[in-house]
């Protein structure tokens, strides 16, 4: 059985030879063919950013199923002309019209958007599963939260961008506006989802976007577009791009882009964030994780073990907010939740994505596979013991058995790394204070889990905890109005809430003299 749990959403994206190519019918505005220690600072990542041909210069849009590693379809790259046609055409309808809409006419426009994903919801959801093997039964979830998020904004815009008076100063006031063409470069693991986080605020905001999605989900790319069109946005409101890393630095190099946001690797945050930089543009990155769980003393183990498998596993573990790490606070209750833990992955249903009992689908690619059998291969060669799982499962399509890794040392590169799969790395401390600093051992600081039957405790222990986002005896709580986002190297900048919407805006102070 698949607790109920298992439907809640959470947050918060190859290797073939390429056929016979199709140009994709773009529709209007559509794309721009027409429209304890220190950790240490440099170790490999296995965030979706490397699994879609990050290191490479010239990449390939490619439809792969990942529950066959048949090859379905490629899409060509786009011309520089095309790239920077959709460029002009995108700050043309900023600079002449859409800066100067109402806010309720944009937000329209975004809330028709939603109610058109849910008229599709069939449409969309398998495009989730085709693509990037997402579970069927959990692509439901992805299309309704992402509808949330467009009618959150829609609902809620007007408010967020309403002048401000300023505390002291009666004949001042602060003003809300646009600041031109965001470039968006987005993964494949949530493949609506990561999109909406930028498109929903930013257009009601009065921004247009630009948008890079993932090499290996093209068609949700395409059809996320149409949804605008489809909603009556002008050409140039959102703009898809199938383009190369290199035409990405031209882009972020022109002065018409005025702000860059990418969820990535930290080797894309870095690139894109230096380039950002030495432009003199706002940039916002949110960089991945390595999400720990601190399991303390007073934690009913029953609820903590159900959270942790659904934390782990869901979306095949392939979340940047997924539990990374499970950090137990007493040795005998160590024991006792490892045993647990090893029972509950032997009962998880590792199949097809479509089939409505399947618990944990493909992994997005062969090369996403293969990193984590690498990195498995390597922390067992370095001491690590494999409780269970492991391998690769028989079968064509790219499967990994669910795995628990105990026994991990500070110098075991998998102490280091951000494993991005269902592929769990288990700690038994003596004391709390050892699991929080076990937890802060990380370059990282996305997001973190307590749990504690104390609730004043957790909270108490989640202040001591360096990471953007804390949940409390939950592993997943989405909504459109918490904000998403981390600290050291999972990034900087915020999504979601009033504070993603205020990401890409020219908060303007006007004085009136006396």
Request: a negative charge; aromatic letters at 8%; hydrophobic letters at 40%.
């Amino acid at each position: 059985m698949i607790p109920t749990a298992w439907n809640r959403p959470p947050r918060c994206g190859c290797a073939a030879h390429r056929t016979g190519s199709s140009r994709p019918s773009t529709g209007r505005g559509s794309t721009a063919t027409r429209s304890s220690s220190a950790p240490r600072t440099s170790v490999r990542s296995t965030h979706p950013y490397h699994h879609t041909g990050e290191s490479e210069h010239t990449m390939t849009f490619q439809t792969i199923n990942p529950a066959t590693g048949e090859l379905v379809k490629d899409f060509p790259l786009q011309s520089d002309d095309e790239v920077f046609a959709g460029l002009d055409t995108a700050d043309r309808l900023y600079r002449e019209d859409w800066k100067f809409r109402p806010v309720a006419e944009r937000a329209r426009i975004v809330a028709r958007a939603a109610e058109i994903l849910r008229e599709k919801r069939d449409e969309y959801v398998e495009y989730l599963t085709l693509e990037m093997g997402k579970v069927t039964r959990l692509g439901y979830f992805e299309v309704d939260l992402v509808a949330d998020i467009l009618d959150y904004y829609a609902e809620h815009g007007e408010k967020f961008l309403a002048e401000q008076s300023l505390p002291g100063e009666p004949d001042a006031k602060l003003i809300s506006e646009p600041i031109g063409v965001i470039l968006a470069i987005e993964p494949w693991n949530f493949p609506y989802y990561q999109l909406a986080r930028v498109a929903a605020s930013q257009l009601v905001a009065g921004n247009v976007v630009l948008m890079k999605h993932a090499e290996s989900v093209p068609q949700c790319a395409l059809a996320f577009a149409r949804l605008f069109e489809e909603a009556g946005a002008p050409e140039g409101a959102y703009t898809n791009l199938f383009c190369s890393i290199d035409q990405i630095a031209k882009l972020v190099d022109d002065f018409r882009v005025r702000g860059v946001t990418l969820t990535g690797s930290e080797r894309a945050g870095t690139s894109v964030g230096e380039r950002a930089g030495r432009n003199l543009k706002k940039a916002v990155l949110e960089l991945g994780g390595s999400d720990p769980a601190l399991i303390l003393e007073g934690a009913p183990l029953d609820h903590a073990v159900e959270q942790v498998v659904m934390g782990r596993t869901y979306n095949s573990g392939q979340g940047c907010v997924n539990i990374k790490r499970v950090i137990v606070v007493g040795k005998e209750r160590g024991e006792q939740m490892l045993a647990a833990l090893e029972d509950r992955f032997a009962e998880i249903k590792v199949g097809d994505p479509k089939d409505e009992d399947t618990q944990v689908g493909p992994l997005s690619s062969e090369r996403a596979l293969e990193g984590l059998l690498r990195q498995i291969q390597e922390a067992k060669d370095a001491g690590a013991r494999i409780v269970h799982g492991g391998n690769r499962v028989d079968r064509p399509g790219f499967y990994l058995e669910p795995t628990i890794i105990t026994d991990i040392t500070e110098d075991n590169p998998l102490y280091h790394e951000e494993a991005f799969g269902p592929v769990l790395s288990f700690y038994v401390v003596d004391s709390e204070d050892e699991a929080i600093r076990l937890a802060n051992a990380t370059r990282f600081g996305l997001g973190s889990y307590v749990f504690d039957a104390d609730v004043d405790h957790a909270q108490q222990v989640a202040a001591r905890i360096e990471a953007g986002m804390v949940y409390i005896n939950t592993c997943f709580a989405d909504s459109p109005s918490l904000p998403f986002g981390g600290v050291k190297n999972s990034g900087f900048g915020r999504e979601l809430a009033e504070l993603g919407i205020g990401e890409f805006l020219n908060r303007k102070m006007v004085k009136i003299a006396q």
